[in-house]
């Protein structure tokens, strides 16, 4: 069946160092999405993506849609504190499949 | 407008019994899906609801149930509970297909 990694589980880094996630997904999507979850919250959109090679920014935050529609990945530049959180994917085919996330923590 | 809206929020139930869970969507938003968060598991699909049609279901026993009313509301219930059941469970609306989600802030079930 459908299924969809994530990578890293998790990542530490300095305030102000850049941040990747990445994500698989064993068959073509229709589109990805990305959602942030803070702890002790809920998961909130962030954007959707469908097109092949799409690439979206918003401010420190750049995601990419790969050519063949089957991996994903969200970057973020000179991470702050408030960049703290858990990132999913979510790859939709027939239906939507959430990675397992990566798990963001900032060292100040 | 009024976000996603979940009921209750925090449910403690004893191992057996069964229980059900309430989600308001977003006005105008016809699709419903519910959602098993766990540390371990992460986010697991239940399933979803679109007009009031299961459109999708995921991979949890014949215990967990839904259904979906005319006004786009949603419940979800679980019979003869286990421990293993304890989790937040988030339900999310969207517009239609392809369009993101918004989750309401989830019911945190525990079964003792």
């Known amino acids: 069946g459908q299924q969809v990694m994530q990578i890293p589980q998790y990542q530490h880094v300095q305030e102000g160092e850049d941040f990747t996630t990445y994500c698989n997904s064993s068959?073509?999507?229709?589109?990805i999405q990305w959602y942030k979850q803070r702890p002790g919250g809920h998961p909130v959109f962030l954007i959707q993506l469908v097109k092949s090679g799409e690439v979206k920014k918003q401010k420190r935050l750049t995601f990419q849609f790969g050519e063949a529609k089957k991996n994903s990945s969200l970057h973020i530049t000179a991470t702050q504190t408030t960049d703290v959180g858990t990132y999913f994917c979510a790859g939709e085919d027939d239906k939507i499949i959430f990675g397992k996330g990566t798990r963001l923590h900032i060292l100040p | 407008k009024a976000g996603v809206t979940q009921t209750p929020r925090y449910l403690i139930k004893t191992r057996g019994q069964q229980v059900t869970l309430s989600c308001s969507p977003i006005s105008g938003h016809r699709s419903v899906s519910w959602y098993q968060q766990t540390p371990g598991q992460g986010l697991q699909f239940l399933f979803e609801y679109f007009s009031e049609t299961q459109r999708n279901k995921g991979n949890f026993p014949g215990r967990f149930s839904g259904r979906q009313f005319s006004n786009s509301r949603s419940e979800m219930n679980v019979s003869t509970l286990e421990l293993g059941d304890s989790a937040l469970y988030l339900c999310a609306s969207s517009l239609s297909f392809h369009y993101g989600y918004t989750f309401g802030s989830g019911t945190r079930l525990t079964v003792v």
């Open positions: 068959t073509t999507l229709s589109n």
